[in-house]
Structures are given as structure tokens and as C-alpha cells.
């Protein structure tokens, strides 16, 4: 890596690039390029442990990062008018290094680290591949017939994401949406014949992914409000609460920090809600509804 860094960081600079070299440079690139995919499968072949992975792959992931960050400068920095040559020679440059940080996410995602910020032209590609999935997911959502406060709610945070052009965007909320999109494609898809379960699917997956946004907490809340409301008796009330607060244990959750890694999870806090209003409603008429009847 450290040939990589000093063809980059000097030879590459746009006061020293002269076009006469640059089918030279685009060789050393191609074969740096090699010599990394050399050694991201070695590292996956490796039998080291998951802490020496995680370092050398990290590693890799900072160099990247700001190897592809210098070559954005460069190419920004370029006159309006510049040699289209040249201009075209960094958006290849930064291309090779797309490609590996592809083969990264594939071959070692668990070992990269969610904190570090996307190059800036790295972003620019993975939002215009997610801007794809996210009409899909838009389309099925219609065909599927899903509550359209549901799927506005779910992709609301994606859109965010993509319109973002200030700040910097990271690994970790890449690597989130990007799975809960799969995850939300391939079960619309799979429940296309069968259109009237996609609804608790799709809250079953948002509970897998810790979909922790305070405007689907709200959203649950007025939804279980609501059916609530449709029993007289507490003691069905407490019933279809118990039977939640069970169901809701019993869902898989992904280790993942979640959407919003300040706030806690959306499971916790169901349960909470679910907990205090079944004990208002037991203090409401304990004689209607002994303890006995309910051991949760």
C-alpha cells in the first residue's frame, strides 16, 4: 500500500500530472489495484483471528477512503475548462479503488467499520444504485397496497439519506439501509399472491432491523390505540396486550445498532409502552382482571 499512497499522494497531485505519463500511472494503478485484491483474500483465507482481520481490513478501509477523497480534490480542483483527459483519468483512478471497497463490502462486510465516512465519490455512486431500489420499493409498496403512512414513515429516512449534500454520509448507515431495503424487496416480491400479509411482515422486519424512528414508535402506539379501543371488557384488553408483549419477545432481532444507535431500541420501547398501559388498566378494575389470569 504504501507504493499506492505515494503515487496517489505525490506523483497523481494535478500541478505534476502531465498527460504524456498518464498511460504509465494508469498501469501502476491496475497493478495496485491487483495487489490489493491479493490481499483481501489472503486476509480472507486467513486463519488470524477476528480482531487482526478487523484491524488489517480497516486498515485497508481508512487508506481508501482517503486515497479516494484526495483523487475527488484533484478532479475538483481541475480548471472548468481543464484537459478532459486528465479529468477523465481521475474519475478511472477513483473507479479501481470503487472496486475494491466493492470486493470489501462482499467478501468482508462484518470486518469493516461502520464508522468511517464514505469517500465522497464512493457516496455519490452507492446513492444513485439505492435511488434505483428505492422507486422499486415504491412501486411494490403501491402494488402491494400498504399503508401509505407505513411506507412513507419506512422510506423517509432512506430519502434523507440520498438528498443529503451537505455533511458526510457513513459506512454504517450504508450497510442499514441497504439491508432493510433488501430484506423489504424480497418480501414484497415473495408476497405479491398474498398482498394482505405484507403489512405485519413488513413490521416484522422494522423490529428485526430496529427501525428505532420516533415517528414509527408513534405510529405503533396509535395503531395498538386503536385496536384497544375496539374492546369494551379490560380484561381483553389486557388479553390482546399480553399478547403483543409475547409475540414481540419471540421476534428475531439483528445485532445491529439500528437506525438511530443514540436511541433506544424500538423493541424496548414497545414493550415498555405495552407494560405501563396493562397496568393502568389492572389498576383501572383489579376485581375485573385478577393477576392470576395473565403471568406477564
Given at each position: 500500500m504504501d507504493t499506492?499512497?505515494?503515487?496517489?499522494s505525490v506523483r497523481l497531485r494535478p500541478e505534476w500530472l502531465v498527460n504524456n505519463r498518464l498511460r504509465i500511472y494508469r498501469e501502476q494503478l491496475r497493478e495496485e489495484k491487483i495487489e490489493l485484491t491479493r490481499q483481501l483474500l489472503d486476509i480472507f483465507r486467513s486463519p488470524a483471528g477476528r480482531r487482526e482481520k478487523e484491524a488489517i481490513v480497516q486498515t485497508m478501509q481508512l487508506n481508501i477512503i482517503q486515497w479516494l477523497d484526495r483523487l475527488h480534490v484533484y478532479r475538483k480542483a481541475l480548471p472548468e475548462m481543464a484537459d478532459r483527459e486528465r479529468a477523465l483519468f481521475y474519475l478511472e483512478a477513483e473507479g479501481l479503488l470503487h472496486d475494491v471497497l466493492v470486493a470489501l463490502e462482499q467478501h468482508v462486510q462484518a470486518y469493516l467499520s461502520p464508522h468511517l465516512p464514505l469517500p465522497f465519490s464512493y457516496a455519490t455512486r452507492v446513492k444513485r444504485q439505492l435511488q434505483v431500489r428505492l422507486h422499486e420499493l415504491e412501486l411494490l409498496f403501491r402494488a402491494l397496497e400498504l399503508d401509505e403512512r407505513l411506507g412513507e414513515l419506512v422510506l423517509r429516512p432512506v430519502r434523507a439519506f440520498l438528498l443529503s449534500l451537505d455533511g458526510r454520509q457513513y459506512?454504517?448507515?450504508?450497510?442499514?439501509?441497504?439491508?432493510?431495503?433488501?430484506q423489504l424487496q424480497i418480501t414484497g416480491i415473495l408476497q405479491l399472491a398474498h398482498p394482505a400479509e405484507f403489512q405485519l411482515q413488513v413490521h416484522a422486519i422494522l423490529i428485526h432491523f430496529n427501525f428505532n424512528a420516533v415517528e414509527y414508535y408513534i405510529y405503533c402506539i396509535s395503531r395498538l390505540e386503536a385496536l384497544l379501543t375496539g374492546h369494551s371488557f379490560p380484561r381483553d384488553k389486557i388479553k390482546l396486550l399480553t399478547w403483543y408483549i409475547i409475540t414481540l419477545r419471540r421476534l428475531p432481532l439483528k445485532k445491529t445498532p439500528g437506525l438511530l444507535p443514540s436511541m433506544p431500541p424500538i423493541v424496548e420501547q414497545l414493550q415498555e409502552w405495552m407494560l405501563e398501559e396493562r397496568i393502568f388498566l389492572r389498576n383501572a378494575d383489579p376485581k375485573n382482571v385478577p393477576y392470576e389470569t395473565s403471568p406477564f
Amino acid at each position: 500500500m504504501d507504493t499506492l499512497n505515494q503515487l496517489i499522494s505525490v506523483r497523481l497531485r494535478p500541478e505534476w500530472l502531465v498527460n504524456n505519463r498518464l498511460r504509465i500511472y494508469r498501469e501502476q494503478l491496475r497493478e495496485e489495484k491487483i495487489e490489493l485484491t491479493r490481499q483481501l483474500l489472503d486476509i480472507f483465507r486467513s486463519p488470524a483471528g477476528r480482531r487482526e482481520k478487523e484491524a488489517i481490513v480497516q486498515t485497508m478501509q481508512l487508506n481508501i477512503i482517503q486515497w479516494l477523497d484526495r483523487l475527488h480534490v484533484y478532479r475538483k480542483a481541475l480548471p472548468e475548462m481543464a484537459d478532459r483527459e486528465r479529468a477523465l483519468f481521475y474519475l478511472e483512478a477513483e473507479g479501481l479503488l470503487h472496486d475494491v471497497l466493492v470486493a470489501l463490502e462482499q467478501h468482508v462486510q462484518a470486518y469493516l467499520s461502520p464508522h468511517l465516512p464514505l469517500p465522497f465519490s464512493y457516496a455519490t455512486r452507492v446513492k444513485r444504485q439505492l435511488q434505483v431500489r428505492l422507486h422499486e420499493l415504491e412501486l411494490l409498496f403501491r402494488a402491494l397496497e400498504l399503508d401509505e403512512r407505513l411506507g412513507e414513515l419506512v422510506l423517509r429516512p432512506v430519502r434523507a439519506f440520498l438528498l443529503s449534500l451537505d455533511g458526510r454520509q457513513y459506512f454504517g448507515s450504508l450497510f442499514y439501509f441497504r439491508d432493510l431495503m433488501t430484506q423489504l424487496q424480497i418480501t414484497g416480491i415473495l408476497q405479491l399472491a398474498h398482498p394482505a400479509e405484507f403489512q405485519l411482515q413488513v413490521h416484522a422486519i422494522l423490529i428485526h432491523f430496529n427501525f428505532n424512528a420516533v415517528e414509527y414508535y408513534i405510529y405503533c402506539i396509535s395503531r395498538l390505540e386503536a385496536l384497544l379501543t375496539g374492546h369494551s371488557f379490560p380484561r381483553d384488553k389486557i388479553k390482546l396486550l399480553t399478547w403483543y408483549i409475547i409475540t414481540l419477545r419471540r421476534l428475531p432481532l439483528k445485532k445491529t445498532p439500528g437506525l438511530l444507535p443514540s436511541m433506544p431500541p424500538i423493541v424496548e420501547q414497545l414493550q415498555e409502552w405495552m407494560l405501563e398501559e396493562r397496568i393502568f388498566l389492572r389498576n383501572a378494575d383489579p376485581k375485573n382482571v385478577p393477576y392470576e389470569t395473565s403471568p406477564f
